[in-house]
């Protein structure tokens, strides 16, 4: 079964770093690609009609969480009232790999690893969703699916001499799911996103502090066996402690900030059997 290797944190709230599709452009490909995407459109309707065809053949080479899973049961308990957001409708899926990672796409479409909530309680979990949704509403993830057709499409002579939008293969549209999760975001891009993410459990009535407890999760890992990965990011990107110090300032300014206290998951209690006398 082939599966999306995201080596480490993704698109927006995460920046993934490599996928198992991955190639390498070569000088020729961009000439080709420059000569190709001159005068191209693309709509946001076909934006979002590629994102889908994109995300469904994503969902066939990866694990998806069935609907009795653990971890889509709780992923339902969680967002499973959050059918649309900024009028966009939602849906949700758990990808069973334990990369930590999670993605929003330009139709609506939310993938969350269950890695990332192996590490994550509820509320934090809320708070990286938000922020890929942010992506979303502020057009990031639209723009996103254009550069990364554009890139992966074009250069595979689909459409490298029309302006019209062509028919993806499978194998075409595993490239293109990759490199939509691979778009990099500009610092301005994820500082809009954060304050998204912010605005959207403090909306809902969410803990806003754990807007910060999440970047500082991020913070912790590129200190630890991650961090090799972590300093491949790029520049632009705002650090994680300094996002996660932003959030804390918002917070205080709202008057609500106090330290975070995670969610500890309870078992559930054990029925007592009363023996017969």
């Known amino acids: 079964m082939k ?3 995201i080596l480490t944190i993704s698109m927006g709230f995460f920046l993934g770093i490599n996928s198992l599709n991955a190639q390498n452009l070569g000088d020729k490909a961009l000439g080709a690609l420059g000569k190709g995407v001159k005068g191209f459109t693309f709509s946001n309707e076909e934006a979002a009609a590629m994102a889908t065809a994109a995300v469904a053949q994503m969902d066939k080479d990866n694990p998806v969480a069935g609907d009795k899973d653990k971890y889509a049961i709780r992923l339902n308990k969680l967002f499973g009232k959050h059918k649309t957001e900024n009028g966009l409708a939602l849906n949700f899926k758990v990808y069973l790999v334990k990369d930590v990672n999670a993605f929003a796409c330009a139709d609506g479409s939310v993938r969350v690893f269950s890695g990332l909530m ?3 309680d509820d509320n934090e979990i809320l708070a990286v969703i938000g922020h890929e949704i942010g992506h979303v509403a502020n057009n990031d993830t639209r723009d996103a699916v254009k550069a990364a057709y554009k890139k992966e499409a074009l250069l595979d002579a689909v459409s490298s001499q ?6 993806l293969t499978d194998s075409q549209l595993g490239k293109l799911g990759n490199a939509m999760i691979d778009s990099k975001h500009s610092r301005k891009q994820e500082s809009d996103a954060d304050l998204y993410s912010y605005d959207f459990m403090k909306r809902n009535g969410y803990n806003v502090n754990a807007v910060e407890s999440a970047f500082s999760i991020l913070a912790k890992m590129s200190e630890g066996t991650e961090a090799s990965f972590l300093d491949r990011m ?3 990107h705002p650090d994680a ?3 996660a110090e932003n959030s804390r300032k918002r917070a205080e300014a709202d008057g609500l900030y106090k330290p975070y206290v995670k969610i500890v998951a ?7 059997v009363k023996k017969k006398k």
Do not use: L, T, Y
């Open 3 to 5: 599966k999306i290797m």
């Open 118 to 120: 192996d590490i994550m």
């Open 162 to 167: 029309s302006d019209k939008v062509a028919a």
């Open 234 to 236: 790029m520049s632009s």
């Open 241 to 243: 402690k300094e996002r």
């Open 266 to 272: 309870k078992a559930p209690a054990k029925k007592v």
